[in-house]
C-alpha cells in the first residue's frame, strides 16, 4: 500500500470521513482532478506559485475515471493562527478557514462510468457517492525476464533518487525492508511512481495502465526523469 496525505477544509466532507472511521467502514474513491495545476512544484510555495481548489466535486467531469479505493488512517486538525503581526506590532484579527490533514492508504485501482451520471451517481453530497467498479490486475508470469529486469532496474533506480533526496530515505527503507519488489511487481510500480514529481497526468498515465509490463515500464521512465532532474539542479 502506498500511504498520501490530503489537506481538507470543507467541514461537511471532514465530519462525513470521520463519521466513517467511527463506524468502522473507513474506505473512500480518490480521483484526480482533470485540471492542471499552474503551480511549480519545484519552487516553495508564494503568492505567485500557488491555487486553490474547491474540495467539493459538482460533476464527474471534473475527475479521472480511474482512481484508487483508500483507507482514512488518521485526521488531524492542523494549528489555527488568528492573528496577525501588524503596523508597529500590533496584532490584527483574521478569519482562517479550518484545515484538516488526512492520512490515507491506497488499496486498489477502482473506475466509475461517466456515460450514464444518472446511474453512477447515488448522492451528490458532499462528499459525493458514486458507484465504481473494482479493478484487477490481470494474470502475469512472475519468472518472465524483461519484467524481472525491468524490477531490478527500478530498484537500482529507486536508490539513485535516494541518494538525492534525503526526505524519501524512510519509505524507500521501509519498503526494502519488506521486500514487497520482489513478491509484488504491480505495487512496485506503483510504489516507484509516487516517489517521482512527475506531472498529474503522467502519474495519472500509470493509473489507467492495468497490465503489469507497461506499468512498470512507465513508472521507470518516471523514475529516470526524476534522477535527470535532480543531477541537474
Known amino acids: 500500500e502506498v500511504a498520501q496525505h490530503l489537506l481538507i477544509k470543507n467541514p461537511q466532507i471532514v465530519a462525513q470521513l470521520e463519521k466513517q472511521l467511527v463506524t468502522g467502514t473507513p474506505y473512500i474513491g480518490v480521483f484526480l482532478r482533470k485540471a492542471e495545476a499552474t503551480v511549480d512544484p519545484t519552487e516553495p510555495e508564494s503568492d505567485s506559485n500557488t491555487f486553490e481548489v474547491d474540495d467539493v466535486i459538482q460533476d464527474l467531469s471534473e475527475?479521472?475515471?480511474?482512481g484508487t479505493m483508500a483507507q482514512v488512517a488518521a485526521i488531524r486538525q492542523l494549528p489555527q493562527f488568528n492573528d496577525v503581526e501588524g503596523p508597529e506590532g500590533s496584532t490584527q484579527d483574521r478569519t482562517m478557514e479550518k484545515t484538516w490533514h488526512v492520512m490515507l492508504t491506497g488499496h486498489r485501482r477502482i473506475r466509475f462510468d461517466r456515460t450514464e451520471q444518472a446511474k453512477?451517481?447515488?448522492?451528490?453530497?458532499?462528499p459525493m457517492v458514486i458507484n465504481v467498479e473494482h479493478l484487477s490486475t490481470p494474470d502475469y508470469d512472475a519468472d518472465d525476464s524483461i519484467l524481472n529486469a525491468t524490477s531490478q532496474e527500478i530498484m537500482n533506480t529507486m536508490r539513485d533518487v535516494l541518494q538525492s533526496n534525503e526526505i524519501?530515505?524512510?519509505?524507500v527503507q521501509d519498503f526494502l525492508?519488506?521486500?514487497?519488489?520482489?513478491?509484488d511487481p504491480p505495487r512496485l510500480a506503483d510504489f516507484a511512481a509516487s516517489l517521482t514529481s512527475a506531472k498529474p497526468k503522467e502519474l495519472q498515465n500509470v493509473?489507467?495502465?492495468?497490465?503489469?509490463?507497461e506499468r512498470l515500464d512507465l513508472s521507470l521512465v518516471l523514475?529516470?526523469?526524476e534522477v535527470e532532474r535532480s543531477n541537474l539542479r
Do not use: C, F, W, Y
Open 63 to 66: 475527475i479521472h475515471s480511474v
Open 177 to 183: 525492508r519488506r521486500r514487497l519488489e520482489g513478491a
Open 168 to 171: 524519501l530515505h524512510g519509505p
Open 207 to 213: 493509473m489507467n495502465t492495468l497490465d503489469v509490463q
Open 120 to 126: 453512477t451517481i447515488l448522492d451528490k453530497g458532499p
Open 223 to 225: 523514475l529516470k526523469t
